[in-house]
């Protein structure tokens, strides 16, 4: 599994828009220059983060985006599950039933176990961790 470009970065501008100042909206114009992202591309990976209610958008003069939500509240499986849909590991483990050697598969309870501690992993990081992180990681490099 590897994750597509549109939600690296879709996480990319979640946590630019977390850096900024609570309820600034934030024009377009810079979420691209800032991001290196086409006005297009961005369009269709704000999409599903605005319909998620993880991102708002604002129209008109002075019109742009901004977090929904407190960048605590928003984990990277929020915003994974935003743009992919749910976290499914392998075709087996979509719906109960979808595959008929479930209950003698040795792999099945495998691939369960790896999905669900995937999703816990990516549960317990918020955008706030992740923009503390940045920051700790940036004055690092200055000192170094």
């Excluded at 024009?27 to 998620?52: G, M, N, W, Y």
């Excluded at 008929?100 to 790896?114: F, G, I, L, M, T």
Aim: proline share 4%.
């Amino acid at each position: 599994m590897v994750i597509t470009r549109a939600t690296e970065y879709a996480i990319r501008t979640v946590i630019f828009l977390a850096q900024q100042p609570k309820d600034e909206i934030v024009l377009k114009k810079d979420i691209c220059r800032t991001q290196e992202v086409t006005p297009a591309f961005l369009t269709k990976i704000l999409q599903p983060l605005i319909k998620s209610g993880i991102v708002s958008s604002q129209r008109g003069v002075g019109g742009g985006f901004l977090l929904a939500k407190n960048p605590s509240e928003i984990t990277l499986l929020d915003i994974l599950q935003a743009e992919e849909g749910p976290l499914k590991l392998n075709h087996c483990l979509v719906d109960d039933g979808s595959c008929s050697r479930d209950e003698h598969c040795p792999a099945h309870d495998v691939w369960n176990e790896a999905q669900n501690e995937m999703i816990r992993v990516l549960q317990n990081y918020s955008v706030a961790e992740l923009v503390r992180r940045e920051k700790l990681k940036l004055a690092q490099r200055n000192t170094a």
